[in-house]
């Protein structure tokens, strides 16, 4: 009888509704994040791990400067990518924002998800046939006599991560600001010139204020993910383009040092949440409540 | 467009100057050459239904719209190519436009960035205008916390501590309640007296313009009908499109007789033969079909035991509608030899019945109060 209240109720009926997201966290995300914390506390052996609690693995990844080294590298390529995504994407959000009529929005949000028709992997590989050595723009070049031997800084260095992790980021970065831009009220620009402010004085001191809810989750939405890459640095890196994730992966997989591995991940989550939680703080201002 | 010369309103020089200004968007005409004068320090009033151009022409003042052929001089200057920071006016938008993201005085000093005066000069100026919009002391709230009522407020002293020459005010009572807006009706006007400046108000609530104006334009498909204080608009309107727009009129038949210079004979129908003076025919009179109106509170129904009026003349007529308000009673009467009923508004005074439907009563009118349309 009691049973079927609770079954009946309006929590019981919430509850039922999230349970099949529930268990999906639970299981798919919850669930490996305990196993990776409780991995990077145990002691690593060879290809097996000995249940014995330790802090060794902390120890060396804060001692062992090769950490900090990948680590300061991806926090940095990371960086690079977001002012460039961000920075980009900004331009394109206010266009179609502002500069596109109403009824021509949507179909310009399909074509930037245009890129996401094709696998992640192939569009790496474009980028490696566009800057390889035999690539498109060394090709062309050459052809038209700008150079004589082929560049090789494009390909195989932390540039053409860069460029590659930039590319395939945009719409993500795109969509927030576009959004925050939709919501700002015309009539506030109108005001801002009212009152004395000329059109680039209006954008600093309204528009640029009232985007920067958008701002904020596109840098998080693109920094959080590039400091943890894989696939790109691994593809399209070569050895001078290797980030954090990549020795993760080596730890795991190739020396089966399960333990180590968790430990790097752990502490590279923990830096990036903390710094994401800066940067919340540096921008609280712009993220109140606003009507 | 007619302009008929008002005696109340006092000398004063002209602070904007429309000459024949025009708007239109492809082929649709938002304004048709428009020319008139606002003058200094009047309130004066653009009223007429949406998609007349009242909102276009304050936009144009305003420097948001481009003008598509005239001119237009704020203070004998030509605002052509100016753009709306380098104008002398300040605007109260319709949403109030208030920005979000700052407090109350941020929002009220936002204009004053490029003013030469120091930071304490300038919290001053801020805190002053606070006070003469009645928020003392709301200073440090986040603008998305206040209510509608003290959003206008905000805007209102975020344009005024500008000084400008004209303060442009795009229905900023639409969006309250009535109680606030009557409010905020007589705040307006004592603090349009307060500062003397220029307003220009949109709306397009005839009793709203009728209240606050010393003048008032009734504009229809972007021209304007009528310029006049609001008691000739309301007892002398040229059209009977801008009498209906205002108020409530009544409207009989009738044929003109004779038109002479000082009287004019009239034959209306359910009221008989009669004169008037030209000076009831605000749109002109020539002989042949027009017709007469009246307001509702010009006819009068006599009661049993009223003294028989002296002046005025009587028609009789049967009750077909009676609405009761408490301070006044609308009747609906269809005097005899009429084809529609007729509104007249009484106020119910002690001692003196309501009518019940289907009674016959008699009525009475003065040819004073009637006005002839072409």
């Given at each position: 009888m009691k049973q079927r209240k609770i079954l009946g109720s309006e929590a019981g009926n919430g509850y039922l509704m999230l349970s099949p997201t529930a268990i999906y966290s639970i299981a798919l995300m919850a669930a490996p994040l305990i196993a990776v914390l409780v991995f990077s506390f145990m002691t690593p052996g060879y290809l097996k791990i000995i249940w014995k609690f330790t802090l060794s693995n902390y120890t060396t990844v804060l001692g062992d400067p090769i950490y900090a080294a990948l680590m300061e590298r991806s926090l940095v390529m990371a960086a690079a990518v977001t002012a460039a995504t961000v920075l980009s994407a900004f331009p394109i959000a206010y266009f179609i924002s502002f500069h596109v009529s109403p009824e021509r929005k949507s179909l310009w949000l399909f074509l930037i998800t245009i890129p996401f028709w094709t696998s992640y992997l192939i569009r790496v590989f474009l980028w490696k046939v566009i800057l390889g050595y035999n690539g498109v723009i060394n090709s062309a070049f050459e052809a038209i006599g700008l150079i004589k031997q082929p560049m090789t800084f494009l390909l195989y260095n932390a540039n053409s991560v860069v460029i590659t992790l930039a590319h395939s980021y945009a719409p993500f970065a795109i969509l927030p600001i576009f959004v925050a831009l939709e919501k700002i009220d015309r009539s506030l620009l109108e005001a801002g010139q009212d009152l004395g402010e000329s059109q680039i004085m209006t954008f600093l001191r309204v528009t640029l204020p009232l985007a920067m809810s958008g701002v904020v989750a596109s840098v998080l939405i693109v920094f959080i993910p590039t400091v943890g890459d894989y696939v790109t640095p691994t593809l399209v890196g070569g050895s001078s383009g290797q980030m954090i994730a990549n020795i993760i992966q080596l730890q795991y997989f190739k020396l089966g040092n399960y333990p180590m591995g968790s430990a790097v991940s752990i502490t590279a989550m923990g830096i990036v949440t903390v710094l994401a939680l800066i940067f919340l703080f540096l921008n609280r201002r712009f993220l109140r409540g606003q009507k | 467009m007619t302009e008929s010369q008002d005696p109340a309103t006092r000398p004063a020089r002209p602070i904007i100057e429309l000459r024949d200004v025009e708007k239109y968007y492809g082929d649709y005409y938002a304004l048709r050459k428009i020319s008139t004068t606002i003058r200094q320090g009047e309130f004066f009033s653009l009223l007429g239904p949406s998609g007349c151009g009242k909102t276009t022409l304050l936009r144009c003042i305003a420097g948001f719209e481009e003008l598509s052929g005239g001119a237009l001089l704020i203070d004998g200057r030509d605002m052509n190519g100016v753009p709306a920071n380098n104008r002398p006016t300040n605007m109260v938008f319709q949403s109030y436009a208030i920005f979000p993201h700052l407090t109350v005085e941020e929002n009220v000093g936002f204009g004053l960035r490029r003013d030469p005066g120091t930071k304490a000069e300038k919290a001053a100026r801020v805190a002053e205008a606070l006070e003469m919009v009645g928020l003392k002391g709301y200073g440090k709230r986040a603008a998305h916390a206040l209510s509608g009522g003290q959003r206008q407020r905000v805007a209102l002293a975020r344009a005024l501590i500008l000084k400008p020459k004209v303060l442009l005010l795009d229905e900023p009572l639409s969006a309250l309640d009535k109680k606030m807006r009557e409010q905020m009706q007589s705040e307006l006007r004592k603090l349009q007296r307060q500062v003397g400046i220029t307003f220009i108000l949109v709306t397009h609530d005839q009793e709203e313009a009728l209240i606050m104006s010393d003048r008032i334009a009734v504009m229809f498909d972007g021209e304007i009908a009528q310029l006049d204080s609001p008691e000739r608009l309301y007892r002398?309107?040229?059209?009977r499109k801008v009498a209906e727009f205002i108020g409530i009129m009544n409207f009989l038949p009738a044929t003109v007789v004779e038109v002479g210079a000082e009287q004019v004979a009239l034959d209306v129908g359910g009221l008989g033969r009669l004169s008037i003076t030209a000076e009831q025919c605000p749109g002109g009179a020539r002989t042949g079909t027009a017709s007469v109106g009246f307001r509702p509170e010009t006819m009068t129904l006599l009661f049993e035991g009223d003294p028989e009026p002296t002046r005025a003349r009587v028609a009789e007529g049967k009750v077909t509608e009676v609405v009761y308000y408490g301070d006044m009673t609308y009747y609906e009467v269809l005097l005899d030899g009429v084809e529609k009923p007729i509104q007249i508004s009484m106020r119910n005074v002690v001692g003196r019945p309501v009518l019940q439907r289907g009674q016959r009563t008699r009525v009475a009118w003065d040819p004073a109060a009637l006005v002839l349309f072409g």
């Open positions: - | 002398r309107p040229v059209s």
